[in-house]
């Protein structure tokens, strides 16, 4: 990943393809492959592979430690309303959880209703990274993510490049509670958090200066940190790359896009 947080989606079916899940436990590896095969076509394993590289189904073995650093990770996800949600999630959705020590950051594989993350990094960060993962799967199982097909482009385009800034603005809101709580350091872990901080502390400012209440100074925070996550999801020139994206090569826009355009030629 180029940056910030990425998610996989299916290439070749009406269903999507997500990522991230926690289980002490080997990763799917081959068996995914093969499963998204069968169900999804060999267009959803080139989607799998692209976004995250083959450690997105080559799985490793659950680390030393994992099920340590698992509960560090259940521990900050007690600190905002976002780990809450995201826990809810998890739990609800029977969704399976695999730790892992290598490869992709994270993932929702919806196929398989697994979540695969990296525990490698600090926990702060590995619960940002699962905040927002949970958020694509609250979508996904509550069909509100639906399959390319069933959307007109630019509506289809535009409902997942939203539900991307949607994922990363919870997951940076609930690293917000970690500094705030000292918990995390004020870092630019995940990728973007810097500026993101900066935007929400500008906008709560401008909106306490105003006179206004604090909960109205938070809601205006976080509307203008969103909007800085839909500038660092967009090209800042041509010759450049985004801030975050789901690769190192596309903007989200541009790989939903032409994901959009291949699976309209399957039949």
């Given at each position: 990943m180029s940056?910030?947080?990425e998610?996989a989606?299916?290439?070749?079916?009406?269903?999507?393809v997500?990522?991230?899940?926690?289980?002490?436990?080997?990763?799917?590896g081959?068996?995914?492959?093969?499963?998204?095969?069968?169900?999804?076509?060999?267009?959803?394993?080139?989607?799998?592979?692209?976004?995250?590289g083959?450690?997105?189904?080559?799985?490793?073995?659950?680390?030393p430690?994992?099920?340590?650093?698992?509960?560090?990770?259940?521990?900050?996800?007690?600190?905002?309303?976002?780990?809450?949600e995201?826990?809810?999630i998890?739990?609800?959705k029977?969704?399976?959880l695999?730790?892992?020590?290598?490869?992709?950051?994270?993932?929702?594989v919806?196929?398989?209703?697994?979540?695969f993350?990296?525990?490698?990094?600090?926990?702060?960060?590995v619960?940002?990274y699962?905040?927002?993962?949970?958020?694509?799967?609250?979508?996904?199982h509550?069909?509100?993510?639906?399959?390319?097909?069933?959307?007109?482009?630019?509506?289809?385009?535009?409902?997942m490049?939203?539900?991307?800034?949607?994922?990363t603005?919870?997951?940076?809101?609930?690293?917000?509670?970690?500094?705030?709580?000292g918990?995390?350091?004020?870092?630019?872990?995940?990728?973007?958090?810097?500026?993101?901080?900066?935007a929400?502390?500008?906008?709560?400012?401008?909106?306490?200066?105003?006179?206004?209440?604090?909960?109205?100074?938070?809601?205006?925070g976080?509307?203008?940190?969103?909007?800085m996550?839909?500038?660092?999801?967009?090209?800042?020139s041509?010759?450049?790359?985004?801030?975050?994206?789901?690769?190192?090569?596309d903007?989200?826009?541009?790989?939903?896009?032409?994901?959009?355009?291949?699976?309209?030629?399957?039949?």
């Amino acid at each position: 990943m180029s940056g910030g947080f990425e998610t996989a989606r299916e290439a070749g079916n009406e269903e999507p393809v997500r990522a991230e899940q926690l289980v002490a436990e080997a990763a799917p590896g081959v068996e995914l492959v093969r499963s998204l095969s069968r169900s999804a076509g060999n267009r959803a394993v080139s989607a799998l592979l692209q976004r995250h590289g083959a450690g997105a189904a080559v799985a490793g073995t659950a680390p030393p430690g994992a099920d340590v650093k698992w509960e560090k990770v259940k521990a900050d996800l007690s600190f905002s309303k976002y780990g809450w949600e995201a826990m809810g999630i998890l739990a609800d959705k029977k969704i399976t959880l695999q730790l892992r020590d290598s490869g992709a950051v994270a993932g929702f594989v919806p196929q398989t209703n697994t979540c695969f993350i990296n525990v490698t990094m600090p926990s702060y960060e590995v619960a940002a990274y699962f905040v927002h993962e949970m958020y694509h799967a609250s979508q996904f199982h509550a069909g509100r993510s639906p399959g390319a097909k069933t959307m007109t482009e630019n509506d289809w385009v535009t409902m997942m490049v939203d539900e991307e800034i949607d994922g990363t603005v919870k997951g940076f809101m609930h690293k917000l509670a970690l500094e705030r709580f000292g918990r995390a350091p004020e870092d630019d872990r995940p990728a973007g958090m810097g500026k993101f901080r900066g935007a929400y502390t500008y906008g709560y400012k401008l909106a306490i200066d105003a006179g206004k209440d604090p909960i109205t100074a938070r809601e205006e925070g976080i509307a203008r940190g969103r909007r800085m996550v839909d500038w660092m999801l967009k090209r800042p020139s041509k010759r450049t790359a985004p801030d975050l994206g789901p690769n190192k090569f596309d903007t989200y826009e541009e790989y939903y896009r032409r994901e959009w355009q291949q699976t309209s030629k399957t039949p």
